[in-house]
């Protein structure tokens, strides 16, 4: 993987919002609407985090998966792309990636024993072609840059030595993924937003140490309010909502 972010592909592909925030035309004509379609992609985030925990790989390959499933479908609909192959296939994919290889056929083991829907009845073939299509639909470009190590360098560098601050600002960036803010903002300034909301919550006042860094603030402070927002508006993913917007995609078996 790249080492620089800036000189990176990703940094080349960050979207704005309103680019990602599109529900493409096949998918609107089934009715898909755009509460719909991030809750798709919420549930998705959260099968892909499970079946992880089976295979048992690093988080750092599930939020490259979650990254991988989220830039697809700038891209490309639901109704073309089914979304339960396409986040399999997307673990599959960033576990290649970051070199943390799960054999396909563990994957179709895991997802057929999660899942008694014949929905998800998917082969090992299956995974290997959907894998083609995301790797064209990614470009090709499957350098992901994550919060996570400028998180643990910046809680080093604040000289804050408080656990539970840290697992809050852990737990605030791995939540991030439910959203699309890996395809929006550099990996920095999410880990100072969840930063800042974990020295809030923890009543800690590093505001000094914020003004050293010379950040702009503002992009901070709107990235926080993102995530609580997050927060405030998906506290629980009701089975029943996912169901209905799944039952408009009508895939056929």
């Not at 998966?65 to 960033?94: F, G, I, N, Q």
């Not at 024993?113 to 014949?118: C, Q, R």
Request: with cysteine; aromatic share 12%; charged share 25%.
């Amino acid at each position: 993987m790249a080492a620089n972010f800036w000189t990176s592909s990703h940094f080349e592909q960050l979207l704005d919002p309103e680019v990602v925030d599109v529900v493409h035309q096949q998918d609107k004509d089934k009715g898909i609407t755009l509460e719909e379609f991030k809750l798709i992609k919420m549930h998705m985030t959260n099968c892909i985090q499970k079946l992880a925990q089976f295979v048992k790989v690093r988080q750092r390959v599930v939020a490259t998966a979650v990254a991988y499933m989220r830039r697809v479908y700038t891209r490309k609909s639901m109704s073309e792309y089914d979304p339960r192959l396409v986040a399999p296939t997307c673990l599959y994919l960033a576990s290649k990636a970051e070199e943390s290889t799960v054999q396909a056929r563990l994957l179709v083991f895991y997802i057929k024993k999660l899942n008694s829907d014949e929905k998800y009845r998917y082969e090992i073939k299956d995974i290997l072609e959907m894998e083609m299509k995301i790797l064209e639909a990614l470009n090709y470009y499957l350098v992901v840059f994550h919060p996570y190590r400028t998180l643990a360098q910046l809680l080093q560098d604040s000289g804050i030595n408080d656990m539970n601050m840290t697992q809050l600002s852990w737990g605030l960036v791995n939540d991030t993924y439910k959203m699309d803010l890996v395809l929006i903002h550099p990996p920095y300034l999410i880990a100072l937003a969840c930063m800042y909301i974990a020295s809030v919550y923890r009543e800690k006042d590093i505001t000094t140490w914020f003004e050293e860094l010379r950040v702009d603030m503002n992009a901070v402070k709107n990235i926080s309010m993102e995530i609580l927002d997050f927060y405030e508006n998906y506290k629980t993913i009701s089975e029943e909502r996912v169901n209905a917007a799944f039952s408009k995609l009508a895939f056929k078996p």
